[in-house]
């Protein structure tokens, strides 16, 4: 009985780590700070053209 407990608990946690992995990530991301600020000089570098009427 002992063995088999063992065996089926083996296969249930390697199941849920499985499934763990397909399920959907719900934090967004990690973005270091000196990255953020990269994106930040690009944004305001770019030219800002106004949409033509």
Do not use: G, V
Not at 2 to 28: D, V, Y
């Amino acid at each position: 009985m002992n063995r088999r407990k063992k065996i089926n608990q083996l296969l249930k946690a390697n199941a849920k780590k499985a499934s763990a992995k397909l399920a959907p990530k719900s934090k967004n991301q990690y973005i270091s700070k000196a990255d953020r600020l990269k994106l930040a000089a690009e944004a305001s570098d770019a030219p800002i053209t106004p949409a033509e009427s």
